[in-house]
């Protein structure tokens, strides 16, 4: 086999660019004209094996794991971002239901059949998703939840929800369930209307009286700070970090396409002719490769159990959330009026970019982590 063929059952980049190509590109501008849910896609993603990229071979996934998650949040990202976080979200619970999920929701993930999702931020703790509000207790008909879930990605289209609340009876800050998205008591009070990332569905989610089985329990109770912090945290915030670089790579490109094809006939220049414009864009590339190395020497440093893995993890998201609001800011400028209508593009990947800077952890918590690592304190307390 060349070097260049994927390994059986690995990501197939060339599969994934199609399905891009011929479906997700093409719908991009609907889904966020409309709030369509990109379910075409994801039927397409499903039947090529790629929203089970992370399950086990055991259960009939691909059996891949931070990097290819974060390629393929990362290539969605440049054609449709709505569709890109719902996979980024459908990876990040799919992680914590292989380590800690039944057979059977596993096998359904792995065959594409089963969309999931991550329902932890509340209306009373907020963007603080490690300290959930919501309860969890034990009755004779089962676990009954209660919550005021603030922001569900894929709300209402999710299969299921992986889901925090305070423990049941043990110490610690949470415990974290799946909750099947049909549960009687959950609700979807009103539907997501965002300035971007408009096909995300990611409306608040109540629970009232919501019963489910003490077996849904994903992990042990109590122990939900770990698995935030030790499955989830890496998987989200390098594949938020593709997002990020996704968007970016996309609105330099359509900048650069705009400004070269763009003329001042009296001048027979093109904008693309003009130093300050170029030099813009020089500065959009800088940051997006910047960016593109922090990613990957972060993948680098996880894979190999490096002593910085973690400062990398923390720092990934917030450098490449806060350089695409600056590129994409940049592309609304080179591309002038035009770029305040539709007609370049880049007014979407504006718009989309500044979701990832308040998303959990949020860009402004992220420096006060970073600093307090630097400075040798610990982040929580
Ligand atoms: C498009 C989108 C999709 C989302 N999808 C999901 C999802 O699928 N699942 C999920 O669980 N959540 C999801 N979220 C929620 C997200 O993770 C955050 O919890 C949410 O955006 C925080 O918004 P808020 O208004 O509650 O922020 P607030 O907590 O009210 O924060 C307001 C401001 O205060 C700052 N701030 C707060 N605490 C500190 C601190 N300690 N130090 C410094 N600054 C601080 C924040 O950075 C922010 O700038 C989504 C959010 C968006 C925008």
Known sequence: MSKAEPRPGAL?????????TDIVAPAAEEIDRTGAFPR????????????????????????????????????????????????????????????????????AIASGEHLTTLAFSEKGSRSHFWAPTSTATQTESG????????WVTSAGQADSYVWSSRPLAADGQSTVWLVPAETAGVTIPFQFDGMGLRGNHSSPVNAEGAFVPAENMLGADGDGF?????????????????????????ATTKAARHVTGTKLEHLDQSLADLPTIRAYLSRMRIKTDMCRALLTDSLTALEGGREETMLRVLEVKAAAGEASTEVTDMAMRVCGGAAFR???GVERNFRDARAATVMAPTTDVLYDFIGKAVCGMPLFG
């Open 40 to 107: 075409a896609a994801l039927n397409a993603l499903g039947r090529a094996g790629l929203l089970g990229l992370i399950s086990s071979p055991d259960v009939g996934g691909r059996g891949e794991s931070h990097r290819a998650a974060t390629l393929v949040v990362e290539r969605l990202a440049t054609a449709c971002a709505s569709t890109a976080m719902v996979v980024c979200m459908h990876y990040a619970a799919t992680a914590v239901v292989e380590a800690h999920g039944s057979l059977a929701v596993r096998e």
């Open 12 to 20: 197939d980049p060339v599969a994934l660019d199609r399905i891009i």
């Open 143 to 150: 676990v009954r939840l209660d919550a005021q879930k603030s």
């Open 342 to 344: 539709k007609e370049v």
């Open 226 to 250: 770990n698995i935030m912090m030790g499955i989830v945290l890496p998987y989200f915030q390098l594949m938020n970090a593709g997002f990020s670089i996704g968007t970016m790579e996309t």
